[in-house]
């Protein structure tokens, strides 16, 4: 892929971002960093993130209110997957009839098992994630519904052996160790045995864990409320899900909001002995969102980030390039992402999440 092709793709991010700067909302510099201090501790106080960033409370609490009301950003909860598959999750690579690309894309909106969804320039037009919810039939779903979508030419699914990165561990770059370390004790430990099944949940503790998984920054006086319980009998429900890892809170935003508009994914055939050296390599580096061992003939595919197509180009020549045991590289730049961690998105703007995640 060349350069032009890459800024090509850039540029469809970039726009989008340019139009939401000139328009009513602005991601400014404040609000860049209330992004990155909640990337670290997502529940931390409002009073408390305040005090750490040197901004008055009533300014992050505004500021906060806006990202949100504008579906610039939302703090979710991510399930344990244990809790909610049947079985690892599988990445699927999609080439489609010629100009069939958005069509076919717009189609997997309507499996709830798919929880990522991006048109693409490389060697496929479409790329997704499948994740079998509970119930799920998953080889009906790969061998026959997908594969029959209107507009589709050819399937190639791989079964995700490794996560060794996963999308809420990427940060942006810009708060002092201080800050950090501020920040760090408003993290709740996970220090208990993870749960098995929501079966190990109480009927209020599942549907905290439902409220939280909409909205992780509730209070428990605020889940109080919403489940007509007291606030200790709240507090103690959140812990527990805390602490076991059930639900572990983490913010969404499109990182072209935040000033990575260029998002590709990289497969590489690695020599056997050098997969593990690699996959603990890239999930290091800044730029990654996703590193994942599968099955197939290239089984390290990374998920990264980009100011431009710069530093995507220095990203493979001089990263990848000094890795051990690459023996062939894929590139695949994002044209648009439709889904991501199962909340649909209209540019730069997050939808509501999926209903019917968690199920019993």
């Known amino acids: ?207 905290t864990m439902g409220e939280l998984g909409r909205n992780a920054r509730m209070s428990a006086a605020e889940i109080a409320r919403t489940l007509n319980v007291g606030s200790s009998t709240a507090y103690r429900a959140i812990q527990t899900l805390l602490t076991t890892g059930a639900i572990s809170p983490r913010v969404e935003v499109e990182p072209g909001a935040v000033g990575y508009p260029l998002a590709a994914i990289v497969s590489l055939q690695i020599k056997p002995k050098s997969i593990g050296k690699v996959l603990d390599t890239l999930a290091a580096h800044p730029s990654a969102r996703m590193v994942s061992m599968v099955t197939g003939k290239a089984p390290v595919v990374f998920h990264g980030v980009y100011t431009g197509p710069q530093q995507l180009a220095e990203f493979l020549t001089k990263d990848v390039g000094a890795l051990p045991g690459v023996q062939a590289m894929d590139t695949s730049v994002s044209h648009s992402i439709l889904r991501r961690y199962w909340m649909d998105r209209d540019g730069l703007r997050i939808g509501e999440q999926v209903e019917g995640l968690l199920r019993r």
């Not at 404040?30 to 990155?36: K, L, P, V």
């Not at 979710?76 to 049947?86: C, M, T």
């Not at 010629?98 to 499996?111: N, T």
């Open 1 to 207: 892929m060349t350069v032009d092709q890459l800024s090509t793709a850039a540029s469809i991010q970039t726009s989008e971002q340019r139009s939401l700067r000139n328009g009513n909302s602005r991601i400014d510099e404040t609000d860049h960093d209330i992004i990155a201090a909640l990337q670290i501790a997502p529940r931390v106080p409002a009073n408390a993130l305040g005090e750490i960033l040197g901004v008055p409370t009533s300014t992050i609490t505004r500021r906060l209110k806006r990202l949100q009301d504008e579906r610039l950003m939302k703090v979710v909860g991510r399930f344990a997957w244990p809790l909610i598959l049947s079985g690892n999750p599988q990445q699927i690579w999609i080439c489609c009839h010629p100009g069939r690309a958005m069509h076919v894309a717009e189609q997997l909106k309507a499996f709830p098992e798919i929880q990522y969804i991006m048109t693409t320039s490389g060697s496929s037009d479409v790329y997704a994630e499948l994740f079998p919810l509970l119930g799920t039939n998953l080889n009906e779903l790969i061998s026959r519904r997908i594969p029959s979508l209107e507009g589709i030419s050819s399937v190639e699914t791989q079964l995700v052996l490794d996560s060794r990165r996963v999308a809420l561990s990427w940060r942006l770059q810009r708060l002092n160790e201080d800050q950090k370390d501020a920040l760090s004790a408003h993290i709740v430990p996970v220090n208990q045995p993870p749960l098995r099944s929501t079966e190990e949940l109480t009927d209020l503790e599942f549907r």
